[in-house]
């Protein structure tokens, strides 16, 4: 903000219901705040969406008896990594809403910075290096797959 960058807050859906008031008052706050921008992380939702039906397809089409978790909550992903590794295969290589609604703001601006703004402290941590694509506490051969997808 004082160096003159633009700011994007990508806000996810939840964090509208932390506050009271009405989502007009919260944009108006970020506005002030100094955010040139604000993203409904939603919108990277339906990329998520998108890829996470397609890999759910693909994976079907070649187990039919397989299963497949989600990958949209980073939490989720972490809980799996750390306690549940037994499931980690299942869970979708496919990044988080918040990984995709950070690449939306940078198609449209590259030198746009993005400050994540969700509920669970994961979600904010997905976006914050490429290489984990929101896969910390997945194996490395895992977490190599999830850059690969991301990428395509």
Known sequence: MKRGEKLVAMI???AEKQFPGKIE?????????GFGDVMEVALGAEKTTEHE???FIERME???????TTSCCPAW???VG???PNLVDHVSLTPSPMVYAREIVKAKDPNAKTVSW???????RSTSSPASRGRWSVPPTRRRATTRRAAA
Do not use: G, I
Request: aromatic content about 2%; some cysteine.
């Open 62 to 68: 070649k187990d039919p008896k397989m299963f497949m």
């Open 53 to 55: 039906t397609a890999e």
């Open 77 to 79: 992903v972490n809980l």
């Open 25 to 33: 008052q919260l944009l108006s706050a970020c506005a002030k705040a």
């Open 82 to 84: 750390k306690h549940l």
């Open 12 to 14: 996810a859906p939840a």
């Open 118 to 124: 969700a509920r669970s402290s994961p979600d904010a």
